[in-house]
């Protein structure tokens, strides 16, 4: 059963809490240094959870009525996912200048080797009727003098439960750019020591896009799938703003002949 903090204890135990803390931040000048350390580390902790379970709680509120994650699939689809910068409300909301490698959250990192930073990442709300999803991701990168930049895509567990290597995951995107820019995006997946990896190139006629990665033509070791990634490389990014409006992933099997 759902913990809930509306019945006569949980409404209790929150006043019990909030008290705790409050009284806790009137007594930090009092407190010696090894209990001030403790704690903020116990605060650290609680605020980790916290904004965990915002983030979760966003993304199932702010998603379409038909449920987290809902946008359209194929016939036969067994898993469908959108990642988090995408579903729910970042805390940090946005990153200025983005370090060689940024952690936007567990399941966005950004990378690039440029010496000196003219790159920003932030989230943005979508509020058009056609979107989605409730949130969008915006890259600005002004001058550029290193050799790759790429957007990971963390992909949960889940997806390699029960992988085959009759199903295609397909990426659907949409992607909005100032200045004209290839898209690479490069699917991998780790099976024991291997790394299979499948590199599409990303249609950029429009602005929504999709690439279909099929695993029959990979060395997958079906029992040994254990982790699952997106590279989005982008070609030329300088003096650029690229917005990700969405991009959700989906998993099917191929229709047998």
């Not at 006043?15 to 803390?21: H, P, S």
């Not at 370090?99 to 058009?128: G, P, W, Y």
């Not at 397909?170 to 020591?193: D, F």
């Not at 896009?209 to 254990?226: H, P, Q």
């Amino acid at each position: 059963m759902p913990f809930s903090l509306q019945g006569p204890i949980g409404k209790a135990l929150l006043r019990r809490n909030i008290a705790r803390w409050r009284k806790a931040t009137e007594q930090v000048t009092e407190m010696d240094f090894a209990m001030l350390s403790a704690q903020q580390d116990a605060a650290k902790r609680l605020l980790r959870q916290i904004s965990n379970f915002k983030m979760e709680a966003d993304r199932r509120l702010n998603a379409p009525r038909m449920g987290v994650g809902a946008f359209p699939t194929p016939t036969g689809t067994d898993w469908a996912w959108r990642p988090k910068p995408w579903a729910a409300q970042v805390p940090s909301g946005g990153v200025s200048p983005a370090l060689a490698k940024t952690e936007f959250t567990d399941e966005l990192v950004l990378f690039h080797d440029c010496k000196q930073s003219e790159i920003s990442l932030r989230q943005v709300r979508n509020k058009r009727e056609v979107d989605l999803s409730p949130y969008g991701i915006d890259l600005e990168v002004f001058h550029f003098g290193g050799t790759y930049l790429s957007l990971v895509v963390e992909i949960p567990n889940a997806s390699c439960e029960g992988l085959r290597k009759n199903h295609l995951i397909r990426l659907t995107a949409t992607i909005e750019k100032e200045r004209p820019s290839k898209i690479y995006a490069r699917l991998n997946v780790k099976n024991g020591p291997n790394t299979e990896q499948i590199l599409m190139t990303l249609p950029d006629e429009k602005a929504d896009t999709m690439a279909e990665f099929d695993l029959a033509y990979s060395g997958l070791n079906e029992r040994r799938a254990e982790r699952m990634w997106l590279d989005l490389m982008i070609e030329t990014p300088a003096m650029n703003k690229i917005s990700f409006r969405d991009l959700p992933l989906c998993r099917y099997p191929r229709a047998e002949m």
